[in-house]
């Protein structure tokens, strides 16, 4: 029980050495680690926000705008597929399809009532089209009353549209605040319609939420220069038509557009920015997929020599004259755009549009100060939890004692070094894990040196003691650790934050801690025991 074969040792002592090697980037800065060569490991604890400082935000999603989005796109798509197209008959309408958001529903009027089967038919096809949501439930259900047809939204559509939203809002932000993917940002979902955002070490709350704040709602809408100045001034418009602020970078002012766009931004596949081709400062380059490059083909071919305005966020970025049919699948927007403002935009179009509007409910600034002083309770902490355990371990239990702490060390070893290749984010509360492991990690020793001096007691030889000791000490320790091991797999499921960060140590000590107790000890007990062959041994 106590003999390992050669490999085993080796397998033991080289997963500390990697374990250590691991860790060796958590004391170096980050400029320095990202200087070594590309073998190296490069993985470091991130410290959290109330170690590092930083900015928090607790943005709420206004699902609602979501539900109301939907129906409005849907009372869109209804109107367009009762024009007559590929080879279907025009239907009639009484008037145009009329939305109900308090009821979630639309409702449109047939005129002919020898066209109301066929209305329908075109209706369900729309909303067939549309995903499945839970236990094959349909989005919306229809329902046809003489010459009305109500579509009305499915309650559980709602809430599936809502978290849809919240999950599509925290990808949208997560593109704008982190572009790269690699910054130490934490953001996730808190309840069904809040997100946490927390970005370390950044001290300016203002300015991240006027990164995330922008919705990035992009469109390209048709120019109406019929409209006279005077009528757009009175507010005369024609049906459909709206009146859109030009941005100051394109001198100001207003134009006329018609409200339906002809190609949205959910068809834009990249965008970037880059040097104006055609003279001095900066342009946005953007591709479609191939529902927009087909959409964006049609309408340049069949509108040469017009306006074309593109509105970002309910204002006029460029309204360029169409000067030949655009099939490459891709455009450019220019203007008067400075290199930040250039790359801004680009980033907004990139990341997609925020499906819902943000609200900010919280925010708070956590100084760096205050950061440095959790981090220097937690590492005095750490270092008293540290040194009371390896005295009580030395004085209690003599020389296995020292091979307890021997252990000890490598737990913590161990312990940081797959904290490191997790990447994960160190917090207080974190800290206060890495404590209890240290506690726990002998308890596990405790429990085996405890046997021993049982069954030294009870006359076994040293070697027989130990040997008993280990085994039968076992299941109390796999007991007691496992019911610790699921109390941190709960935290982790359902906490969030702080929380998470406590019971991400926690889970990854008891694993580490088990593993230094019943298999490092063993080693350095058993050679000591195998090689010397005491007659006695204190405990």
Do not use: C
Not at 42 to 62: H, M, P, T
Not at 95 to 101: F, H
Not at 200 to 218: C, M, V, W
Not at 505 to 524: K, P, Q, Y
């Amino acid at each position: 029980m106590l003999q390992y074969r050669l490999w085993q040792k080796i397998l033991i002592v080289g997963s500390v050495i990697l374990a250590a090697i691991l860790a060796i980037p958590n004391f170096f800065t980050k400029e320095e680690v990202a200087l070594w060569p590309g073998f190296a490991p490069k993985g470091r604890i991130a410290l959290g926000l109330d170690l590092q400082g930083g900015s928090y935000l607790l943005l709420g999603v206004e699902t609602e705008k979501v539900i109301d989005d939907r129906l409005t796109a849907m009372r869109q798509e209804i109107q367009r597929a009762m024009r007559p197209t590929g080879g279907r008959e025009r239907i009639a309408l009484e008037a145009a399809p009329t939305l109900n958001p308090a009821a979630d529903s639309i409702t449109l009027r047939v005129r002919d009532a020898a066209q109301v089967e066929d209305a329908a038919k075109r209706v369900r096809d729309l909303t067939r089209a549309r995903a499945v949501i839970g236990a094959g439930v349909r989005p919306y259900d229809i329902a046809v009353t003489g010459p009305r047809i109500d579509v009305v939204m499915h309650p559980e559509a709602k809430r599936a549209f809502g978290q849809e939203a919240l999950a599509d809002s925290i990808e949208v932000v997560r593109r704008r605040i982190d572009p790269a993917g690699n910054k130490e940002v934490l953001i996730q979902p808190q309840g069904a319609d809040r997100i946490v955002v927390q970005a370390p070490g950044d001290n300016d709350p203002e300015a991240l939420k006027q990164i995330i704040n922008r919705t990035g709602q992009l469109s390209f809408h048709r120019v109406d220069v019929s409209v006279s100045p005077e009528d757009q001034a009175a507010g005369l418009l024609p049906p459909n038509r709206i009146v859109m602020p030009i941005a100051a970078t394109e001198g100001g002012g207003a134009l006329v557009l018609w409200e339906e766009p002809e190609v949205t931004g959910d068809m834009v596949e990249s965008a970037s920015a880059g040097l104006n081709s055609d003279g001095g400062g900066f342009q946005i380059n953007f591709s479609f997929d191939s529902r927009g490059a087909r959409r964006f083909a049609d309408y340049t071919r069949e509108h040469i020599g017009e306006l074309f305005a593109i509105v970002l966020d309910n204002e006029v970025i460029s309204y360029p004259r169409i000067q030949s049919a655009i099939t490459g699948g891709g455009g450019r927007i220019t203007g008067n755009f400075s290199p930040e403002e250039a790359n801004r935009i680009a980033t907004l179009i990139r990341s997609g549009a925020l499906p819902a509007p943000l609200t900010t409910l919280d925010q708070r600034t956590v100084g760096p100060d205050l950061g440095a002083d959790s981090i220097r309770a937690g590492g005095i902490a750490s270092i008293i939890a540290f040194g009371l355990v390896v005295l009580f371990m030395i004085v209690t239990y003599g020389r296995f004692g020292l091979y307890a702490n021997i252990a000890l060390i490598a737990n913590l070893i161990l312990l940081f070094g797959v904290l490191s290749i997790l990447g994960s984010t160190l917090t207080l509360p974190g800290i206060a894990g890495i404590v209890l492991t240290i506690g726990m990690a002998v308890d596990a020793n405790v429990l085996i040196y405890e046997r021993i001096r049982e069954e030294i007691t009870g006359g076994k030889t040293p070697i027989q003691a130990t040997e008993l000791g280990f085994s039968k000490a076992f299941s109390a320790i796999a007991d007691s650790n496992i019911t610790t091991l699921l109390a941190a797999w709960i935290m982790l499921m359902l906490g969030a934050g702080p929380v998470r960060g406590f019971a991400l140590t926690l889970a990854v000590g008891v694993v580490t801690s088990v593993f230094s107790a019943i298999v490092i000890t063993r080693l350095i007990a058993g050679q000591y025991l195998l090689s010397k062959r005491p007659k006695t041994i204190t405990l």
